[in-house]
């Protein structure tokens, strides 16, 4: 059974900083094209950014700078570091892996960018 399991959302004040991390089980997690997309009230969801098992990255334009993807092949995670928060950020981010066998995704995390 496949799961991704976000944790670290939660209110943060707009300048601050939150990390997001995601745990995989149940997929062969280094042949996985891992990212993050989020989904703010009354917009479609958008990919924020993805890392390929190669370290090849992908940003949108609004995090470039703010926002960095990682990940650790060993202990099956992806972490988002979130810096420099903006009230636009405000969303649920969904954790995803994909590769030509499968799409998976975790239920979501809220973040809350607000004073």
């Known amino acids: 059974q496949v799961q991704l399991v976000e944790s670290g959302g939660g209110l943060a004040q707009p300048g601050g900083s939150l990390r997001l991390s995601c745990a995989a089980s149940?997929?062969?997690?280094?042949?996985?094209?891992m990212g993050w997309y989020r989904q703010a009230p009354g917009n479609q969801r958008e990919s924020v950014a993805s890392?390929?098992?190669?370290?090849?990255?992908y940003y949108v334009d609004s995090v470039k700078g703010r926002l960095t993807i990682s990940r650790d092949n060993t202990n099956n995670t992806v972490s988002l570091q979130m810096n420099n928060l903006k009230p636009e950020d405000t969303a649920v981010y969904y954790c995803?892996?994909?590769?030509?066998?499968?799409?998976?995704w975790g239920k979501g995390t809220l973040v809350t960018v607000s004073s």
């Open positions: 149940g997929i062969i997690f280094r042949r996985y094209v």
């Open positions: 995803y892996g994909n590769n030509a066998f499968g799409n998976y």
């Open positions: 890392i390929t098992s190669g370290g090849f990255l």
